[in-house]
């Protein structure tokens, strides 16, 4: 590009982060000015529907169906871009974090991570896209020794997940440069002390996700049999009303919506198993958890913050994502109680502005 080109070089394009859950759709769009992300549209399109199935209900859907229901949701939110990056689903994805034996010499720690990695992958490793990160040091007590050992976090996705999310991205008319799991998107939009431990609780439609971020690198993931769709089936039993209904009633009453019994009792199960895993945490590495942050589908619940604070003996706080964006000040109220199932699709747009 030449010194006149640069005169007269067009404002910065927008950018789309496309989250494909697994009973919806979400996207978000993003431009950058004066340094700052930019929200220009939002959506949110639910794939039960689309499946046979009622909204908030996790569906098992083709690619055809998928990028039916991406098309009529970027159309519905009025989407102007198609420079994207997409989310992988955590449940399609394998992360370890092992010890590994250190090596000085780069393309021998290479060799290394990369043969203890097929010990750690269930399928043949021509069947993944394998990569890998090596944790850096942080104990100051262990500056100056000589490196013995090295934390590596592996990540591995089956090339047929790859495959499923590049027909849909390219079918709904999309270009995606990258394809990033979903809880390092999370862990962009919602984390926002680096240097404390913090545990995320993603409350999706199917299950929930825990993991303990150090860092900025996950130390510790682990997936509980109880998501937001189990809530809403609580609520629809305990009333005797339709899921949709449901869905609704859990939004605009949540906890405090008279439903005893209802979504209290599965939401003391998600708590419960996270406890046992935040104090087996703690104990392990005899270090402590500074925070928890909620977010997911289920994470949208009324009063849940205020419940699941009477619940853990540390911070709890619902996900803001959208505050790492600008926006009119009269959009705040309802950006923040939408936020936390936007934390995916916020953090891809954040990683997407940083290409441009």
């Known amino acids: 590009m030449s010194f006149l080109d640069s005169l007269f070089t067009k404002k910065e394009k927008s950018v789309l982060g ?7 759709l979400k ?3 993003l431009r950058k000015a004066g340094g700052q992300a930019i929200l ?6 639910a794939l039960g529907p689309y499946g046979g199935g009622e909204v908030g209900q996790a569906m098992n859907l083709s690619a055809e169906q998928i990028t039916e229901t991406l098309k009529d949701l970027l159309r519905e939110a009025k989407v102007t871009t198609t420079s994207c990056g997409v989310s992988i689903p955590f ?3 394998l992360l370890s974090l092992v010890e590994l034996p250190y090596r000085k010499n780069r393309q021998e720690q290479k060799t290394v991570i990369e043969l203890e990695a097929r010990k750690y992958i269930p399928v043949p490793m021509t069947e993944v896209q394998l990569d890998w990160f090596v944790v850096p040091r ?3 007590s262990e500056k100056g020794l000589e490196q013995k050992n090295v934390e590596v976090l592996i990540v591995a996705v089956h090339n047929d997940e790859l495959a499923l999310l590049q027909q849909v991205t390219k079918g709904a008319g999309l270009s995606a440069s990258f394809f990033e799991i979903e809880i390092f998107s999370t862990i962009r939009a919602v984390v926002d002390d680096p240097v404390k ?8 439609a199917a299950s929930t996700k825990a993991y303990v971020v150090e860092h900025g690198v996950v130390a510790l993931s682990h997936s509980i049999s109880a998501g937001s769709q189990d809530i809403t089936r609580a609520i629809a039993v305990s009333t005797g009303i339709s899921l949709t209904r449901a869905e609704a009633l859990k939004k605009e009453e949540g906890l405090g919506g008279g439903t005893p019994g209802g979504p209290e009792l599965v939401f003391s199960r998600i708590f419960s198993e996270a406890r046992r895993v935040l104090t087996q945490y703690e104990t392990s590495h005899k270090k402590s958890i500074a925070a928890i942050v909620l977010t997911g589908g289920g994470g949208v619940t009324k009063d849940l913050g205020t419940y699941a604070k009477n619940i853990f003996s540390i911070d709890v706080r619902v996900a803001d994502p959208f505050a790492k964006t600008e926006a009119p000040a009269f959009m705040r109220p309802v950006l923040e109680e939408i936020g936390p199932e936007f934390a995916v699709a916020v953090g891809l747009a954040l990683r997407k502005l940083d290409e441009a």
Request: aromatic share 4%; net charge negative; proline share 3%.
């Open 18 to 24: 496309v989250d494909i859950g697994s009973s919806s």
């Open 27 to 29: 996207v978000v769009q």
């Open 40 to 45: 220009e549209t939002y959506g949110e399109l």
């Open 91 to 93: 449940a399609r994805s």
């Open 138 to 140: 942080t104990d100051p």
């Open 197 to 204: 431990s913090v545990m995320v609780l993603d409350i999706g």
